[in-house]
């Protein structure tokens, strides 16, 4: 967990100017794709700024599901997050009205970080070696880099820009992955300020429960079983999952948890038999129950954590889910509104009112 990410092999490959801002594109040779080219990322800084003053930094962690291979070297989920992810997939949007352009346009300066996962990995490899996987790079067996890669970006932008304080933001398997980053990075010695964690969490009870039941939502036994192989096995760890962590007190840094209550992505209301820290169980809906260990863990800490949980009904209108109007995955990367009871409808103005609050912890 404490390694390092290598910043000796990162290369730039071009710099823009758009909207203001100027971006720059870097390749680390170090990190290979599961599949193709590899580990990327891309720096953002307002165009004027001073690059010699002291900035926090806001690094994005995007989504894109769970990956591995099978048995026969078949691809499972696909090929894009395996593969050399371009420049307009991580350049930070900051134009729009979601978290992450209302981010940038804070009179605090931040700069940005759009980070990649291409293997597939949820940010949680570290030369983990991947399993069944053909793709060999210059004659040596794969591995997975996610934890390691994001590391290095993270590194390398710190030490070209003075850099006082840095968010995770991460979606979707990003948001799961953003546990793993900001424990490594704890335990590296450069903990984050704090982690916006939106629409995903590892959370075991959960994921067999999925399985026993046969829901669609559920990921099969074969494939969790090796997917748990391509991640480093301290992260795959039941006694290490998130709201453990939490809820012990070995992860400090302090957690803004953000989830839709009628997630299609895990499968919305569906009734499940919802594992419970004492051993029972309670009937929850599915995308509750997945949230429910984190949320508890947040909540158990009381009014004066640092911590947050935001239990949100957020209405995607680009998708058709019938009398489910709070069926919206990751509902930061819009600027919809909240319905749910309990949290203001600017749900992202809530998130940076708590980001304010954490970059005057010290």
């Known amino acids: 967990m404490s390694t390092p990410g290598d910043v000796s092999s990162i290369t730039l490959i071009e710099t823009r100017q758009e909207d203001g801002w100027t971006f720059d594109y870097y390749r680390n040779l170090a990190y290979p794709c599961a599949v193709s ?15 010699n003053a002291s900035r926090p930094l806001w690094v994005r962690m995007h989504g894109g599901g769970i990956g591995y291979f099978k048995p026969d070297g078949s691809v499972a989920g696909g090929v894009r997050n395996k593969s050399e992810e371009p420049y307009g ?26 980070v990649s996962m291409c293997s597939h990995d949820i940010y949680s490899g570290a030369n983990t070696v991947d399993p069944n996987n053909p793709n060999l790079t210059d004659g040596q067996t794969p591995k997975t880099n996610g934890l390691l890669a994001t590391k290095a970006a993270i590194q390398f932008v710190m030490a070209q820009y003075p850099t006082d304080d840095f968010f995770l933001h991460g979606g979707s398997a990003g948001s799961a992955g953003s546990y793993s980053v900001a424990w490594g990075l704890q335990e590296q ?18 994921e067999l429960e999925q399985i026993d039941m046969g829901s669609p ?15 480093l096995p301290e992260i795959a760890d039941p006694a290490n999952q998130p709201h453990l962590l939490i809820g012990d007190g070995r ?3 302090p957690v803004m948890q953000v989830y839709s209550n009628g997630d299609t992505n895990t499968c919305a209301y ?30 158990a800490q ?18 058709n889910s019938g009398t489910n109007k709070c069926d919206k995955h990751v509902a930061t990367n819009s600027g919809y509104l909240n319905t749910a009871p309990g949290v203001p409808a600017d749900y992202n103005g809530v998130i940076l009112g708590w980001v304010t609050d954490r970059l005057s912890d010290d």
């Open 251 to 253: 992860l400090q840094v």
């Open 37 to 51: 080219g590899y580990q990327t990322f891309v720096v953002g800084r307002r165009t004027g700024s001073d690059d």
């Open 89 to 114: 997939r991580l350049r930070a949007d900051v134009t729009s009205n979601n978290l992450e352009a209302r981010v940038a346009g804070l009179s605090d300066g931040f700069r940005t970080l759009g």
């Open 189 to 206: 010695g450069i903990a984050p300020t704090g982690i916006v964690a939106d629409a995903g969490v590892m959370n075991e009870g959960y």
């Open 270 to 299: 569906l009734p499940m038999d919802c594992p419970m820290a004492d051993g029972t169980t309670a009937t929850l809906g599915s995308a509750v129950c997945a949230a429910h260990p984190v949320r508890m863990a947040i909540q």
């Open 217 to 231: 939502c559920a990921r099969t036994a074969e494939g969790v079983a090796i997917f748990q192989q391509r991640i």
């Open 302 to 319: 009381g009014p004066t954590s640092r911590s947050a949980s935001l239990e949100l009904c957020v209405d995607d209108p680009n998708i």
